[in-house]
């Protein structure tokens, strides 16, 4: 029975928070395999699907070969692929905790995908993120739309919209713990 200014500012603090607290979930998790993938690989010779996705999207090796004369040293393959696992380590790590992109189903996807992480093709989680996205997006940078004050959601909405979500975390949860095990 409460009147839409009466729970605005409640509602549109949830959307944000939620937000926050979703990409930061995504990027811990893709931190996570990205580590586990590469220590794997470093400490125990075991190459992962997560790895050489990751390799796909974040390696450059071609500057390497034009680097090279016929007096450079030679190097055993174990040795280039650990140099180059660790660049991409640096780079993809300093990529996913110094931008900031939300959790649009863009952004997440060159988080997942390099790691080998699937985001599930749910057409009601998908619609949620994106609801979300665009709530947080409007409360945080937009102030009015046409001229009037936009009211927020309404709360039942917007917990039904994490609640989507948060079934996206234990999805992604579960495809993370996959990867990292070896």
């Known amino acids: 029975m409460a009147a839409p200014e009466d729970y605005d500012f409640d509602v549109k603090s949830y959307c944000i928070l939620c937000h926050a607290a979703l990409e930061d979930y995504v990027e811990s998790i893709t931190l996570k395999v990205l580590h586990y993938s590469i220590e794997n690989y470093v400490n125990h010779h075991f190459l992962s699907e997560s790895l050489l996705t990751l390799m796909h999207f974040k390696a450059n090796a071609n500057n390497y070969f034009n680097k090279l004369d016929d007096d450079a040293p030679l190097t055993n393959i174990y040795d280039y692929t650990r140099e180059i696992l660790t660049e ?75 609640e989507d979500c948060l079934l996206l975390c234990w999805d992604l949860r579960d495809k993370a713990k996959a990867r990292v095990v070896i």
């Open 88 to 162: 991409i380590k640096s780079k993809f790590s300093i990529e996913i905790t110094q931008l900031n992109h939300g959790v649009s189903l863009k952004y997440m996807r060159q988080l997942l995908m390099p790691v080998a992480i699937d985001i599930p093709n749910d057409p009601n989680i998908l619609s949620s993120l994106k609801q979300l996205a665009n709530e947080r997006g409007f409360y945080a940078h937009k102030f009015q739309q046409k001229g009037t004050l936009r009211k927020s959601i309404e709360p039942e909405k917007a917990k039904n919209i994490v």
